[in-house]
């Protein structure tokens, strides 16, 4: 089975500061990694996804997070945060493998907060 | 515009009363999913299906019905067997069932059942 952490519920910072949000994953099986945000009362948007290749991937808004093996962790991070960032974050991971589909396994999400 | 529609944004219902959420999509996917919301949960997988007139039951299934008569709807019936119904329900849906596809989410319908 596999499982999503991501240890902070919620996180401030100033704006045009620098952020990591933590995601760390448990499973037996290769994974594909998402990270979605959520603005108020709304769907789930992409952000980015590691599917293979290049461990560092990049959204179009600024967002990269690398993937690492190793520590079993795909951390989320942004050099300069804006105003318009402050929404939900949200962790998820599926199988690899055919058998196990599209089925996602999300984290708790971490609220990102920007303060003027 | 292509995209996942949800109705009601809002629904209210008494205790007791089934209540079906509508879900419909025009993006021609094929998987279709649904998903509940509770504060500081994350998401949970109440359904899924593949491909049209075949679902699945997800990780929190109990409680629910679904069906899937057309590819672009998947209506979500929560029944009165569901002990706690109050929550945001989230549809999404992905060309195929494939892992590599991204899901496409919808903009959420808010049941409060009181």
């Known amino acids: 089975a596999q499982s999503v952490t991501q240890l902070d519920s919620q996180v401030p910072v100033f704006e045009e500061a620098p952020v990591e949000l933590r995601c760390n994953y448990s499973s037996s099986v290769s994974v594909y990694l998402f990270w979605y945000v959520q603005y108020p009362n709304q769907g789930l948007q992409l952000l980015l996804k590691y599917l293979s290749g290049s461990t560092l991937v990049e959204s179009i808004n600024g967002f990269e997070a690398e993937f690492n093996k190793s520590q079993t962790s795909f951390h989320l991070r942004k050099p300069s945060v804006h105003i318009s960032d402050t929404a939900e974050y949200f962790c998820?991971?599926?199988?690899?493998?055919?058998?196990?589909?599209?089925?996602?396994?999300f984290g708790t999400g971490t609220q990102l907060k920007v303060e003027l | 515009d292509g995209g996942i529609t949800q109705s009601p944004k809002y629904l209210f219902r008494k205790e007791g009363q089934n209540v079906t959420l509508s879900c419909e999509q025009n993006l021609n996917h094929d998987a279709m999913y649904w998903y509940r919301q509770d504060p500081g949960q994350g998401l949970r997988l109440i359904y899924y299906s593949q491909i049209v007139n075949d679902f699945q039951k997800g990780d929190i299934a109990e409680g629910y019905s679904v069906s899937r008569e057309k590819k672009e709807s998947f209506p979500l019936t929560v029944t009165s067997a569901q002990k706690n119904p109050t929550a945001f329900y989230l549809c999404?849906?992905?060309?195929?069932?494939?892992?590599?596809?991204?899901?496409?989410f919808g903009p959420g319908t808010r049941l409060t059942v009181t």
């Open positions: 999404a849906s992905s060309i195929s069932w494939d892992s590599t596809y991204e899901q496409y």
């Open positions: 998820a991971v599926s199988d690899v493998h055919t058998g196990g589909g599209n089925k996602l396994t």
